[in-house]
Every structure is written in C-alpha cells, then in structure tokens.
C-alpha cells in the first residue's frame, strides 16, 4: 500500500511540475505568430472577406486564460468606399482557469478599444454587411441555411433553456471610443455615432448589472445610465428589470422603469415612463435642424412632458396615469389598444384648457382674394383625382372621450366641450357632442357612413341661448346680427369634396333670434327716406340698426338648394317677410323681402301715422356679388302714387339711407355677413 502511494505522489508531482512547466514555458516558447496566417485565411473562407491581424498578439495561460490582439480588419466587398468594414484597434479577454472546472466562469477583462464600423449603401442598394459567408469553391453547392441551422442543433444539441454553467461574472466590460458610420452614396445620406462608450459593471447572472453609455450622435452628446438585471441562470425565462435615465441633446431626458416577463417566451413590459419638460424647439435648434411648423404664436411648442405607465405585449396595450404637457395645457389620458391589424381602442382624455389659435399656421398677409382663391382651385381639382382609402376606418374599432375645459378655436371661445366618439364597421358615430359658448349650449350628434365609396354625413345640432353679436364679432370681425339665438337642424350629405357636399346637402332646420338687431341697415329709416323722397315724411338721421323683438329663419335643403318659405321679423316699427332660394352649388340668390311700417314713421311712442310704404325688395345675383334692387312691379301694381317719381327717385338717388349709401349699397353690406362666399 506504501508502495502504490509513493507511486501515485510521484506520478502527481511529475503532472504538476509538466503543468507549472507548461503553463509558463509554453507562452515564452511557443511562437504564437505562426498561426497568425492560418487565423486569417480561416476567417476570409468562413466569412467571404478580407481579414487580417497586426503583430502584436499576447496570450497568457495559467491562472488567467487570456489573448491580446492589435489592428483587426475586416473587410468590405469590392465597389465600397471603405476597403474595411470593421476595424479594431485592440482586443483583451482573460479567462480564469480553475473555476471552470466547477461549471463557474470567471472573465477578468473584456475590453474592445476603438471599434469601427464602416456601413455602406451602395448606389446599385447593395449594403456592404450582406451576403457574409463561406467562400463556396468550384463543384461546391452551398449549404442552404434552414440545413446549416439544423447541423448546428444537432451539433449543439437541445437543452431546456438552462444554461450548462452554475455561475457568471465579469470583473471588466468595456467598448471604448467606438465609431459607428453610415453613407447611403445614392441619396448622399451621412450619420455618425462618435465616442461610444460603454462601461458594464457587476455583470453575473445573480446581480442587477450597471450599465453606462455615453456617445455622440452626429456631433450631439446622449448618454444611457442605470441598472438592468438580473438575467438569472435561465436567461430569457425569468423576469428582467431594469431602471434607466436616456438623456440627449442637452434637452431631452427620459427615465423609464419596468420589467420585461419571459423575455423570449411571450414577452410582456410593464414600464413607467417619464419624459422631464423640454423645448422641442430648443431641442431642434441645438443639432441645426429648422422647425418643421410655422404657428401663429412663436413662442408655443417651447414646453413638452410625458408621464405614462404602459403595460402588454405584442397583442395588447394600456397606457394608464398618463399626463401630457403641452406649454400651458395638461391632458390627462388612459387608454387601450389591441388587435394591431383590426385596431380596437378605447380612450379617455381630460384637457384643461387650450387656445387652438397659436398652434395654427400664421395668417399670410398682404394677398388677394384671386391669389387666394387660386390655390383653392387647385386644391379642388387634386381632392377629385385623388380617392380617400377608407380601409383602416372600416375596420377600426373605437370608443372613446374628450373633455375640454376651455377652448378657443378660430377665435371663438368654447367651454365645457365633452365628445363620446365610437366606431365600428365603418360607422363612426359622435354622440354626445355638446358645449357652451357666449352664454349658450349647443348639443350635436354626427354621424359618418364609410362602408361605401362615397362616405355619408348626417348631423342633428340643437342649440340655445347663444348671444350671437359676440359670437359673430369674434368670428367673422363682423357686427352683423344680435340677440339670443336658438337653432335646430337636421342636415345630411354625400361626398368628400365640398362640390359633392353641397349637391347633395339636405335637411330643414331653423334658426330664432329674440330680444336683438341687426347691425348695418335701419329698415324702417330706409322705408322712411324713400317716403320722405317722395315728400310724404321727413328724413331721419338714424343709426343704421333694425331692433326686432324676434327673427325666425325656417329653411329646407334638397339637392345642394336651399329653401326658405318664409323667414320673418318682429319689431315694434315694422314686419318684415323674406322668401326665396339659395343655390349652393351655382351659388346665386333669388330672394324677396318685403318690409311693412306698423307703427309711426317718427318714434314708437307717437301714434299718428300709423301706416305707411311697403317698398319690397329683390336680392338676386352670385353670393360673391348679390344685386339688390326695389320691386317697382309689385310697388305700381299696389297702387302706390307718383309711380314715375318713385322710379326717377330710385333711379337718380338710389333711395340712399341715413348712412349716405344706397339701399343697394347698404343691403349688399349685410348679405355679404350672412351668405357664404364661393370659397368656403
């Protein structure tokens, strides 16, 4: 037994001594710099390109397994600017030996310094990192890749997702001073990340691992921080975490915290987002880009932030506690979408306030109505070649709200806005809309039909109480009308176009307004100069205003004409009936309006001359350029006296009004508020 035991301790020791030997003869005396040209020639056949090495290779055995490799170069195909693809200045691994004998793996050093990378596209659209493989030689057939992906499981073999190690780590992970280039020759397209970073610290399998990049996109700074981890002996089964902070441009910086379920499973995130407060417009202006928009108020879009939880995976969203700041405004907002292909979402969303106005584009100054109407044309004639795709909305599913506080919007001011919208086989449907504005409500409902060609529109708005002359005045910069108005109305139309609109509009409605006046003509004083033209009463100085106890406008729409039977006016000095038609789609009038005197021509309070002339009107011609001109038919079939003075009058003074200006002048002042242009 003594025997056998001095036999095994001298073959031991003679082991350890041709280890130790080993271990420190073999890196002196072995000339590692003859399989260099081996080395190369083995990736050019594996990879189809060029490779290359410098003279400076290390290699350490014992207790560190490590390689030290300068200057490698791998090349670009033939017709490149850059004959390398890849190029890196120095590579360092070292690997301890003992604790792989217990499934334990220990990496003192990982460092890859001054990394390159050269991407090219080519003007032909070839891409310098494709077809990257085996040099196939003359009588070879290439191996397809499902069939080379098989020989390597099978090679490899099949495991359960565990990986044949017990533990992990790596001391230090470094890429330093990387440079990352893109040129697209055929569009002249050039982007460079410069200065790349990467420090990775704690790197196992059991600990959160530090993560910190910095690098410069095209010249502008952004960096990465934070912990992601742990990764656990069963990478991609088991949850990761992670918590990092994005900054970027010196403006922009973003923190987001979550976790990734089953990350190569059935993947599922859970992240709270956060954007800090920044200026797009800075933003832009740091890396030399213009601002995409022009706004009425250039000093909006100066404010930008975003909290938000998201949560699902590649079948489902929610965004949940999500607020958006937007310069003074705050929306907050939850919401969810699934099925991609057929979107289903439903949302809700509360805005406080918002002035629509200093987003819009700035109103260009100093240009014609001809200049204007130009574009418009053109416009028109590109909206009637070009078919809306209604695809996406036939299959979308919606159901969501909007809540707006305040909101102003081509200068009007709305409050208490509230929207239900839903949409489901091509019917989208608004239902509630309501709000307040100028002391009234307004209450809608929309209805729009895409599931044919031609999309379908039906709207039904009942509204009260609204005080018209404000709203007018902020609407138009016009003093048109006041008073309290009331309106309901039933419209319907087929057509994208506004030419398809109008021919087909249809619907009644009618609009009441109490307790006003309108602004710009005196009926009564009208009536009362043309009298005293004739020497039956005295001229008036008056403002041009016709109080009216209540307006009422009924009106029918069939096939782009719009009707109106008999739209009337109460005051205490006169009635006044209108009827007539307005052709939407020839866009010409053919009105009459006759005006009567109930009460005393001199003031309400007198009660002589109780009667007086009717003189009623017709107003024809285009909406552009209405004609407005006396009944003088109707006037002499009435039996009015002096015919052929009345005629001379007209004729000679144009029955002016207190103002100084014509009937006719005075009439075209109002109807050019009230009709609607051919540009609208």
């Given at each position: 037994?003594?025997g056998?035991m001095k036999?095994?301790?001298?073959?031991?020791g003679v082991?350890?001594?041709?280890?130790?030997?080993?271990?420190?003869?073999?890196?002196r005396?072995?000339?590692?710099?003859?399989y260099k040209p081996m080395?190369?020639?083995?990736v050019?056949?594996q990879?189809?390109?060029?490779?290359s090495?410098g003279d400076?290779?290390q290699?350490?055995?014992f207790?560190w397994v490590g390689?030290s490799l300068s200057?490698l170069?791998f090349?670009?195909p033939?017709?490149f600017?850059n004959?390398?693809?890849i190029?890196?200045?120095?590579f360092?691994a070292?690997?301890?030996?003992?604790p792989?004998l217990?499934?334990?793996?220990?990496v003192?050093?990982?460092?890859?310094?001054t990394?390159?990378?050269f991407?090219?596209k080519?003007?032909?659209?070839?891409n310098?990192?494709e077809?990257?493989?085996?040099?196939?030689?003359?009588g070879e057939?290439?191996i397809?890749?499902?069939?080379?992906?098989?020989?390597?499981?099978?090679a490899?073999?099949?495991?359960d997702?565990?990986?044949p190690?017990?533990s992990?780590?790596v001391g230090?992970?470094?890429?330093?001073?990387?440079?990352v280039?893109?040129?697209?020759?055929a569009?002249g397209?050039?982007?460079e990340i410069s200065?790349?970073?990467?420090d990775?610290t704690?790197?196992?399998l059991?600990?959160?691992?530090?993560?910190t990049?910095?690098?410069r996109?095209?010249q502008n700074l952004?960096?990465?921080?934070g912990?992601?981890?742990?990764?656990g002996k069963?990478?991609?089964?088991?949850?990761?975490n992670f918590?990092?902070?994005l900054?970027?441009?010196?403006e922009?910086?973003?923190?987001f915290a979550?976790?990734?379920?089953?990350?190569?499973?059935?993947?599922?995130?859970?992240?709270d987002l956060?954007v800090?407060?920044f200026?797009?417009?800075?933003?832009?202006?740091g890396i030399?880009?213009p601002f995409?928009v022009?706004t009425?108020?250039?000093?909006?879009?100066d404010r930008v932030?975003?909290?938000?939880k998201i949560e699902?995976?590649?079948?489902?969203?929610s965004?949940s506690r999500?607020?958006i700041?937007?310069d003074?405004s705050?929306?907050?907002?939850?919401?969810?979408?699934?099925?991609f292909?057929?979107?289903?979402i439903r949302?809700?969303m509360?805005?406080?306030?918002i002035d629509?106005d200093?987003?819009l584009p700035?109103?260009q100054?100093?240009?014609?109505?001809?200049?204007?109407t130009?574009p418009?044309?053109?416009a028109k004639?590109s909206d009637?070649q070009?078919k809306?795709?209604?695809?996406?909305?036939?299959?979308?599913?919606l159901?969501?709200?909007?809540?707006v506080?305040s909101?102003?919007?081509?200068n009007?001011?709305?409050q208490d806005?509230?929207?239900?919208i839903?949409?489901?086989?091509?019917?989208?449907?608004?239902d509630?809309?309501s709000?307040n504005?100028?002391?009234g409500s307004v209450?809608?409902k929309v209805?729009?039909?895409v599931?044919k060609?031609?999309?379908?529109?039906?709207?039904?708005?009942?509204?009260?109480?609204?005080?018209a002359g404000?709203l007018?005045k902020?609407?138009?910069?016009?003093?048109i009308i006041?008073?309290?108005l009331?309106a309901?109305m039933?419209?319907?139309?087929?057509g994208?176009?506004?030419?398809?609109?109008?021919?087909?509009?249809?619907g009644?409605?009618?609009l009441k307004?109490?307790?006003?006046?309108?602004?710009?003509?005196?009926i009564a004083?009208?009536?009362r100069?043309?009298a005293a033209g004739?020497?039956?009463?005295?001229t008036?100085a008056?403002?041009?205003?016709t109080?009216?106890?209540e307006l009422?406008?009924?009106f029918?729409?069939d096939?782009?004409?719009?009707?109106?039977?008999g739209a009337s006016?109460?005051?205490?000095?006169?009635r006044l009936l209108?009827?007539?038609?307005?052709?939407?789609v020839?866009e010409?009038?053919?009105?009459r309006?006759?005006?009567?005197?109930?009460?005393?021509?001199?003031?309400q309070g007198d009660?002589k001359?109780r009667?007086?002339?009717?003189v009623?009107?017709?107003?024809t011609?285009s909406?552009d350029s209405?004609?407005?001109r006396?009944?003088?038919?109707?006037?002499?079939?009435?039996?009015?006296?002096?015919?052929e003075n009345?005629?001379?009058?007209l004729?000679?003074?144009?029955?002016a009004g207190?103002?100084?200006?014509s009937?006719?002048?005075?009439?075209?002042?109002?109807l050019k508020?009230f009709?609607?242009?051919?540009k609208n």
């Amino acid at each position: 037994m003594k025997g056998f035991m001095k036999w095994v301790l001298m073959g031991g020791g003679v082991l350890l001594v041709l280890i130790v030997g080993a271990i420190v003869l073999i890196p002196r005396f072995v000339d590692v710099q003859q399989y260099k040209p081996m080395i190369e020639e083995l990736v050019t056949e594996q990879t189809g390109r060029s490779f290359s090495m410098g003279d400076d290779i290390q290699l350490s055995v014992f207790p560190w397994v490590g390689v030290s490799l300068s200057d490698l170069r791998f090349g670009s195909p033939k017709g490149f600017e850059n004959e390398d693809m890849i190029a890196v200045k120095r590579f360092e691994a070292r690997l301890r030996v003992i604790p792989l004998l217990s499934r334990q793996i220990e990496v003192s050093t990982f460092v890859v310094d001054t990394p390159r990378f050269f991407l090219e596209k080519a003007k032909n659209k070839k891409n310098n990192w494709e077809n990257i493989g085996p040099v196939v030689k003359s009588g070879e057939k290439k191996i397809p890749e499902k069939q080379a992906s098989e020989k390597q499981d099978e090679a490899v073999g099949h495991t359960d997702g565990k990986l044949p190690i017990d533990s992990f780590s790596v001391g230090k992970f470094s890429i330093v001073n990387g440079f990352v280039s893109y040129v697209d020759q055929a569009t002249g397209v050039k982007n460079e990340i410069s200065d790349f970073n990467l420090d990775l610290t704690n790197l196992s399998l059991d600990k959160p691992i530090g993560v910190t990049l910095s690098a410069r996109l095209d010249q502008n700074l952004i960096s990465l921080e934070g912990v992601a981890g742990p990764v656990g002996k069963n990478p991609g089964k088991e949850d990761l975490n992670f918590d990092m902070t994005l900054k970027a441009l010196g403006e922009l910086s973003i923190h987001f915290a979550g976790k990734i379920v089953q990350p190569t499973g059935a993947p599922q995130i859970a992240v709270d987002l956060e954007v800090d407060p920044f200026s797009p417009r800075k933003l832009l202006a740091g890396i030399g880009q213009p601002f995409p928009v022009k706004t009425a108020d250039p000093k909006v879009l100066d404010r930008v932030s975003l909290t938000v939880k998201i949560e699902g995976n590649a079948k489902a969203l929610s965004f949940s506690r999500g607020i958006i700041g937007l310069d003074e405004s705050n929306l907050t907002f939850l919401a969810d979408a699934k099925a991609f292909d057929r979107p289903d979402i439903r949302f809700d969303m509360v805005l406080d306030s918002i002035d629509l106005d200093r987003y819009l584009p700035p109103k260009q100054k100093g240009m014609t109505s001809k200049q204007s109407t130009e574009p418009e044309s053109a416009a028109k004639k590109s909206d009637q070649q070009k078919k809306t795709d209604y695809g996406p909305l036939r299959k979308l599913v919606l159901d969501g709200k909007i809540k707006v506080g305040s909101l102003k919007a081509a200068n009007v001011k709305i409050q208490d806005f509230l929207a239900h919208i839903t949409a489901k086989n091509g019917v989208i449907n608004l239902d509630p809309l309501s709000l307040n504005l100028y002391q009234g409500s307004v209450a809608s409902k929309v209805r729009l039909d895409v599931r044919k060609e031609m999309p379908k529109t039906q709207i039904a708005l009942d509204s009260k109480g609204i005080q018209a002359g404000p709203l007018l005045k902020d609407a138009l910069e016009k003093e048109i009308i006041e008073g309290s108005l009331s309106a309901n109305m039933t419209l319907g139309m087929t057509g994208e176009s506004p030419d398809m609109v109008k021919k087909s509009l249809a619907g009644k409605g009618e609009l009441k307004f109490v307790d006003g006046a309108i602004v710009g003509i005196d009926i009564a004083n009208t009536v009362r100069n043309a009298a005293a033209g004739l020497g039956m009463g005295e001229t008036a100085a008056a403002k041009p205003r016709t109080d009216f106890a209540e307006l009422k406008i009924p009106f029918s729409a069939d096939q782009g004409i719009v009707n109106i039977p008999g739209a009337s006016l109460i005051s205490p000095l006169i009635r006044l009936l209108a009827m007539g038609n307005a052709n939407l789609v020839a866009e010409v009038l053919d009105f009459r309006v006759e005006p009567k005197v109930v009460a005393t021509l001199k003031g309400q309070g007198d009660t002589k001359d109780r009667s007086g002339l009717s003189v009623p009107l017709l107003i024809t011609g285009s909406f552009d350029s209405p004609k407005i001109r006396p009944d003088l038919k109707a006037m002499i079939g009435n039996g009015v006296p002096d015919a052929e003075n009345i005629k001379q009058m007209l004729k000679t003074k144009g029955a002016a009004g207190s103002d100084g200006n014509s009937v006719e002048e005075t009439a075209k002042g109002l109807l050019k508020g009230f009709m609607p242009s051919s540009k609208n």
